[in-house]
């Protein structure tokens, strides 16, 4: 599943995986449960030419999809991966794939290690849900599928906006009965 194109100018632009010939190290990071088989082996053979360089891990709990992957349960472990494959130089590049809470949270651990953004690609598939940053308690909610969400830190009813933080890697939600206390639109679901 791909997201719209948006005129939202914050709103992250994805494209397919593709190996950077130009590059000597890849890594290749998937998210288990927003992959299927048929997918890791589209990506398996298209990262094929730079297979002697490359390292394919998935992370999260259940089905791996594969067994060509190698199978990190977490965050953590993630981030603790690439810091024993590290140093990292200029010429190495980080792929993920998932949904966009996870993309961005591998994202930040690359970024933690030693990966510039312009080495990281990003590609979305699976849900489109969302990670919502509270504005006024600055309390991550976590996969929010409505336009409005009770936040998980202060309890305020959040209207999810489309701008997008890089740095808080989530969607912008602001108390959306501020003027008018008690005055909330019927929560939608349009992020499945």
């Known amino acids: ?46 990262f094929r030419p730079v297979a002697s360089s490359l390292q394919m891990w998935t992370v999260g709990s259940g089905n791996a999809a594969s067994t060509a992957l190698q199978v990190l349960p977490d965050l953590s472990a993630l981030s603790q991966a690439l810091r024993d494959r590290g140093p990292f130089h200029v010429s190495d590049r980080f792929y993920a794939q998932g949904t966009e809470p996870f993309l961005w949270s591998v994202a930040g651990e690359a970024g933690q290690v030693g990966f510039t953004p312009a080495q990281i690609r990003l590609a979305h598939t699976g849900s489109l849900r969302r990670r919502v940053w509270c504005t006024h308690c600055h309390g991550l909610t976590e996969n929010v599928t409505t336009q409005v969400v009770a936040c998980a830190g202060c309890g305020r009813h959040l209207l999810v906006r489309d701008h997008f933080s890089r740095r808080h890697a989530a969607f912008m939600g602001v108390m959306v009965d501020a003027e008018v206390p008690g005055e909330r639109p019927a929560i939608e679901e349009v992020f499945p």
């Open 1 to 46: 599943m791909n997201i719209a194109p948006s005129d939202i100018k914050s709103r992250p632009v994805y494209a397919p995986l593709q190996p950077d010939p130009a590059a000597t190290r890849h890594w290749l990071v998937l998210e288990t449960g927003a992959i299927n088989r048929k997918t890791v082996d589209e990506l398996i053979e298209m």
